[in-house]
């Protein structure tokens, strides 16, 4: 019981640092968005990775970085309805 | 110091020791092989007959266990994992632990036993005691802030204005009484009012006694209840019969005895919303003398007992019947606190009372630990009978109305946090929480706070029912604001209670009362209190203001504490208003520094206010502000600078004790200029109050006098104009040195003054009284020489004080009736701090230890071998070896001392000396000193163990080759005791020692020895066999020991295997990357063991995969990390916390060997899996990964097409 408590809290500390991380009720849409956020901040953040994929697309870079930051919104689609 | 002398002294312990072998026989000393057991008691170990069986067979225990646990697993589980059938009963860890860590020679203070007693009352000082004076409970308050005035009181809460007019009455009172009592004292006639009830009953009396006036005007009169009616201030209503031909007639009855006693509360008789217990009413009017002695089982008087008490019919008096239409009162809480208001239950208007107890609340003879509804108890106290007594009466639940049951409710839970089990505790504590809105702020504190009320409350309770408090807090939030009175009045004695805990703990609720109930109502309802009549309540009040200052904020107090401070109306509020202010920088400290300015601009003016309480009080609060803004903010304090100081000169006694008090923590704060001029204008009266016999002014003066000295800007040269010769002449006496404090203080201020003067000026002046003849003056000498000295050096010591020092310090150390560390300490460091300058002292010095190692008294001698390892450095220094060999030799014969303490000191003395000189210019040999310590390795005290084991690695470090393997051998049998010890240092000294015996003589018969170790049945001298292991590996290369450990993986025994695997864990620990070349070796082994049954095996060897993980990252060896995974990734679903962290700890010791990947591959299975007991450890698997590496797991996502778009990462140019 305690232990349980225990676990929920640091769960709870623990993703009010790192929101990526995810528990037993996590929804598929949640975790998708949060992979397709990392995935852009990552590129974005590793400057010789985002310089290649500019060169492979063909565009500028900054145009590139740009795209990747717009994708961050909803890029997982809207979330689903929730029904009540 | 000639080598006849030691020579003597060598020889008298020899002899010692001769006579002492040969009155023990056969047992003791072995001329030949030097090993002697001098002790008295028949050893345990050992075979007596020594001829039969001989003695140093090193394996003759081998297959037996050599030891009983001393102490059971206190980490984990054991490796076998089953239960005993048979239960163990074993002595406390107290018990068993007290020899291991006794005192030696002194025995414990037997009055210590009172201070830790367990009721909170017991230790309690007067002053403390007067929380029993505040009257019981409080009633509650109206709530003006609430959004409908009345939702949740009774209408019968006191408003402000109320309690205002009550509080004036109080004070009304206690100066009357005053006046009164100051008019008996000049010996006036006081003419006291009367009731003409009283004058006929006295005056009856009177003629009796013969006398008529002295006895009418001496103290008020009992009345014959035993309690003092008239003092209360508040008549009875027989007092107030206006009719007096009436109330002649009617002769004082017995049945006045309930109204009489409601007059006796001090505050109101009605609205009393709190029925309080019988004690409460006990303990909140102590004038009724019987009943407050015995809180909570006062039953009531039967007529025998008054007609014992009370003059009978013999005397004129006329017991009445009961009036028609009497009933007694039953209800057991009602009895002494008959209210007015009408109650339901006990429909009687009188109080009288049956002695027959009709509730099971009132009988005391049975304590039950089981409580129907509650469960077992952990205690059950006569006094929570008289709280909890209604669950013993069982009764319908059904035919009760919701507040009853609700009642019942609170209290079962009450008492299962007051009293229950840990688990009870908690599941209980999480109801009442949960509940607290719907149980009501009423219900609730009603029954808490007069259990926090009890005389016999303990610490424990204490705890627990002021932690059910600070939960509730929380829940309840506004609703709590109607009973903010009576929390404080419970709450406030907390904050001046001994224990630092309790006072922390007070703390924490009065400042979460703050937070729920707010600054209005805090105020409102603190607000009377200030000018209450008992300083008492005034000081608890100003304390806990403090807390709510610092709850919320000192800015939103400020304009109410100027108020308070400037008050009119009574210099009370004014005194209470400036503590206020005294007390909140000593809970905020620094964090004051921002309104540093207002809260002085608070106090300013009443420095120089009529009250001498109040001068004295702003003083003492000025001093607590400087102290916390130290070393800023001395621009808050320039308008108060003058007053200060021109009111220094005005002031006597403890005003004058104070402000020179504020000016000492003021002074720091200037900068060099205003400091010295300052200084100098204070230091006039501080030089006058030297020669003052109150020894608090003592004690300030020092203070004021060392902060002024540390200021930069008093400089050396005025000290010694002006400062030191008054500062010897009024505090360098013996008188100072007796007591504790003073002694103290006069210490620190002289090493203070010392800092600016220099070395050399101070002990010119003290050091004639290192031959003193008092020996704590010379105790007092002594230390203010090693401070100083220690701080400053020597380098200021003239040669002719150092003759004077030495021979000063030397006649001390000799002359010490107590041995006293204080002056070995002194001696120790003013020998090292004159290093070489010592050399002509050295034979001197080294007599006295000599002479004193031969003393009787165990502590001398001990004192003197302390010396020694002081010493040993400068002797060395000196070029003194011979000598010390000499002393070697000496400290060698008294290696049979018998006291350990001693014994250890000699050891250690040996341990100095033999890291000074070196191994190989140790005298005596080492070859025969090892010997004589192998013996003593097996003594059980501490001190000796931690001595020899250090003497003993330092030898097996420096110089193995001295002494042959069979001696090395012999001494790590020893070592495996060693391996139980319960100091840490201990156990980590004996593990390096086996590194460096193994490494001396080769690791195969020291290994041979820990394996065999493994087989022993005490888990913590396995864990420690387990680490030596992995220290032999490391000192002597992994493949020396691996395949010897990995073939006793062999023997079937569970204990074995898993010593094992956990000496094969520490072993790649301890050898990291060098781990590599035997991965593939020990695969096998570790297959097998993650295959096994038992968990604690698995659990093992996942600690031990991942050690081995860690130490092959980047080397290449992620086939059998793989496979070792594949192993591991099963145990994920363990459920035990030891072992399910063990296995996480390994998978993410392989993610780190193998690459993120591939482990991610294992963890996608399960995220989504339709079982959530699948789900959650997988999960905890990913958030792992995700903390550790979220960047490198990027490339590794699945790919979902449809869901997830990230075509960028399959772009390739």
């Not at chain 2, 002695?355 to 630990?369: A, F, H, R």
Request: hydrophobic share 40%.
């Amino acid at each position: 019981m305690a232990d349980k408590l225990r676990t929920i809290q640091n769960l709870e500390a623990l993703q009010a640092r790192y929101i990526g991380t995810g528990h037993a009720d996590t929804t598929k849409y949640e975790w998708t968005s949060n992979i397709l956020r990392d995935s852009y901040s990552s590129y974005v953040g590793h400057p010789p990775l985002l310089s290649y994929m500019a060169v492979g697309m063909g565009e500028p870079k900054e145009k590139m970085r740009t795209m990747m930051l717009e994708k961050m919104v909803r890029g997982a689609g809207n979330p689903p309805e929730t029904q009540e | 110091m000639s080598d006849a002398d030691i020579e003597a002294v060598r020889r008298l312990q020899a002899e010692r020791n001769a006579a002492a072998a040969s009155q023990q026989g056969s047992k003791t000393f072995d001329k030949s092989s030097q090993r002697t057991d001098n002790s008295t008691k028949a050893s345990l170990t050992e075979s007596f007959d020594t001829f039969l069986y001989e003695r140093g067979g090193a394996d003759k225990f081998s297959g037996y266990d050599t030891s009983i646990a001393v102490d059971g697993d206190e980490e984990m589980e054991d490796a076998d994992g089953g239960h005993n059938l048979v239960g163990q009963y074993t002595a406390t860890r107290n018990q068993i632990d007290e020899m291991a860590r006794g005192t030696g020679v002194e025995e414990e203070d037997i009055l210590l036993g009172r201070e830790k007693s367990g009721r909170i009352a017991d230790r309690e000082t007067d002053y403390q005691k007067r929380r029993f004076n505040r009257g019981a409970l409080t009633p509650t308050r109206a709530d003006p802030f609430a959004a409908n005035a009345h939702a949740n009181v009774e209408g019968e809460s006191q408003t402000y204005r109320e309690v205002m007019a009550l509080r004036e009455l109080d004070r009304e009172e206690e100066r009357v009484k005053k006046l009164i009592a100051e008019k008996r004292e000049k010996g006036e006639d006081v003419t006291e009012h009367q009731a003409t009830l009283k004058t006929v009953e006295q005056d009856k009396e009177n003629a009796e006694a013969g006398s008529t006036v002295a006895v009418a005007t001496e103290k008020k009169r009992k009345n014959r209840w035993g309690e003092p009616a008239a003092e209360t201030g508040k008549r009875s209503r027989f007092d107030m019969a206006p009719a007096p031909e009436e109330a002649a007639k009617s002769a004082p009855s017995r049945w006045d005895l309930a109204p009489s006693l409601t007059a006796a509360t001090p505050v109101g008789n009605q609205g009393l919303a709190t029925p309080i217990h019988p004690s409460q009413a006990g303990a909140a009017t102590p004038a009724v003398g019987l009943v407050a002695d015995v809180p909570g089982q006062f039953a009531g008087w039967s007529d025998e007992d008054l007609d014992i008490m009370l003059p009978g019919e013999a005397d004129g008096y006329k017991v009445l019947d009961p009036p028609p239409g009497y009933e007694p009162i039953r209800t057991q809480a009602r009895r002494l606190m008959a209210t007015p208001a009408p109650i339901p239950s006990a429909g009687g208007v009188g109080g009288f009372m049956m002695q027959e107890p009709e509730s099971v609340q009132s009988v005391g003879k049975d304590l039950p630990t089981d409580i129907p509804g509650v469960g077992e108890l952990q205690f059950f106290k006569a006094e929570d009978m008289a709280y909890f007594g209604k669950l013993m009466e069982g009764g319908d639940e059904t035919s009760m109305s919701v507040e009853e049951m609700k009642e019942r409710k609170i209290m079962r839970l009450l008492l299962k946090i007051k009293n229950g089990t840990p688990p009870m505790r908690k599941t209980a504590l999480r109801q009442i929480t949960d509940n607290a809105r719907d149980f009501g702020p009423g219900a609730l504190f009603n029954q808490i706070l007069p259990l926090l009320m009890e005389r016999t409350l303990e610490d424990q309770e204490r705890h627990l029912l002021v932690k059910v408090i600070d939960r509730i807090l929380y829940k309840l939030d506004d609703l709590v604001r109607p009973y903010v009175h009576k929390i404080l009045v419970v709450i406030e004695p907390l904050l001046i209670d001994q224990d630092y805990y309790a006072r922390v703990e007070g703390r924490e609720i009065i400042s979460n009362l703050a937070k729920a109930a707010g600054l209005a109502t805090m105020i409102s309802t603190m607000r009377p209190d200030i000018d209450h009549a008992d300083e008492y309540v005034r000081n608890t009040t100003a304390r806990a203001f403090a807390v709510v200052a610092s709850a919320l904020g000192i800015p939103a107090l400020l304009p109410f504490l100027r108020a308070v401070c400037r008050s009119k109306k009574s210099w009370q509020a004014r005194h209470t208003g400036v503590k206020i202010v005294q007390h909140i920088p000593i809970l905020m400290g620094c964090a004051i520094l921002p309104h540093l300015k207002e809260l002085v601009g608070c106090v300013a003016a009443n420095l120089s206010d009529e009250q001498a309480k109040v001068r004295t009080v702003t003083a003492l609060s000025l001093a607590s502000l400087a102290e916390a803004a130290n070393p800023y903010g001395i621009e808050s304090f320039d308008d108060i600078l003058s007053p200060l100081w021109t009111g220094a000169r005005k002031q006597r006694g403890k005003g004058l004790s104070a402000f020179l008090k504020a000016v000492g923590y003021i002074i720091p704060l200037m900068d060099e200029e205003y400091a010295n001029y300052y200084t100098s204008q204070i230091m006039e009266i501080l030089i006058r109050e030297f020669a003052s016999p109150d020894e608090e002014m003592k004690k300030v003066v020092l203070k004021v006098v060392s902060q002024c000295a540390s200021t930069p800007g008093v400089t050396a040269s005025y000290l010694k104009e002006h400062v030191l010769t008054e500062f010897f002449k009024g505090f360098w006496m013996r008188r100072m040195a007796l007591d504790r404090r003073n002694y103290r203080q006069v210490v620190d201020t002289t090493v203070d003054l010392g800092q600016k003067v220099g070395v050399g000026e101070i002990l010119e002046r003290v050091v004639n009284n290192l031959k003193d003849e008092s020996e704590p003056y010379r105790k007092m000498t002594v230390e203010t020489v090693e401070k100083l000295i220690a701080a400053l050096g020597a380098a200021d010591v003239s040669e002719r004080l150092e003759e004077r020092l030495i021979d000063g310090v030397l006649f001390a150390f000799q002359e010490q009736s107590i041995e006293d560390v204080i002056i070995l300490n002194g001696f120790g460091t003013v020998v090292n701090a004159l290093g070489t300058r010592c050399k002509a002292y050295i034979p001197q010095i080294v007599s006295t230890i000599l002479w004193r190692l031969n003393n009787k008294s165990p502590t001398v001698r001990q004192q003197a071998a302390d010396l020694i390892s002081r010493v040993a450095l400068v002797m060395k220094q000196c070029d003194e070896e011979a000598l010390m060999g000499k002393l070697g030799i000496v400290l060698y014969e008294y290696l049979g001392e018998e006291y350990p303490e001693v014994l250890g000191s000699i050891l250690g003395a040996l341990r100095a000396i033999v890291t000074v000189v070196g191994i190989t210019q140790m005298q005596p040999p080492i070859r025969d000193l090892l010997p004589r310590l192998t013996p003593i390795l097996r003594n059980r005290h501490e001190k000796v163990q931690e001595n020899t084991i250090d003497l003993v690695g330092r030898i097996a470090d420096r110089g193995p080759e001295s002494v042959n393997a069979r001696e090395w051998m012999r001494i790590c049998f020893e070592l495996m005791d060693m391996l139980k010890a319960h100091k840490k240092g201990i156990r980590r000294a004996a593990n390096n020692t086996f590194g460096f015996i193994a490494k001396a003589i080769g690791p195969q018969d020291v290994l041979a020895a820990l394996l065999g170790n493994l087989r022993v049945q005490e888990r913590q001298s396995r864990v420690c066999t387990a680490v030596a292991i992995g220290i032999v590996a490391e000192t002597c290369a992994p493949f020396t020991v691996l395949p010897a450990l990995m073939n006793e993986y062999r023997v079937p025994d569970l204990n074995v295997q898993n010593g094992v695997l956990k000496a094969l864990s520490f072993l790649f620990e301890y050898i990291g990357e060098m781990g590599k070349d035997y991965v593939y070796a020990v695969t096998p082994l570790l297959e097998d063991a993650l295959v096994d049954r038992d968990q604690v095996h698995r659990q093992t060897a996942a600690s031990a995969v991942k050690h081995v993980a860690l130490g092959v990252i980047g080397l290449g060896c992620e086939d059998a990390m793989v496979h070792l995974l594949n192993l591991l990734f099963p145990n994920i679903f363990e459920t035990s916390p030891h072992v399910i962290d063990r296995v996480i700890e390994a998978i993410e010791a392989i993610r780190m060997a193998v690459g993120t990947g591939i482990v991610m591959n294992y963890v996608w299975a399960g995220l989504f899996h339709p079982a959530r007991k699948v789900r959650t450890p997988y999960w905890r698997l990913y958030n792992d990964a995700y903390v550790q590496g979220a960047d490198a797991m990027i490339p590794y996502y699945p790919g979902m097409e449809g869901d997830v778009d990230r075509p960028e990462l399959s772009i390739i140019v």
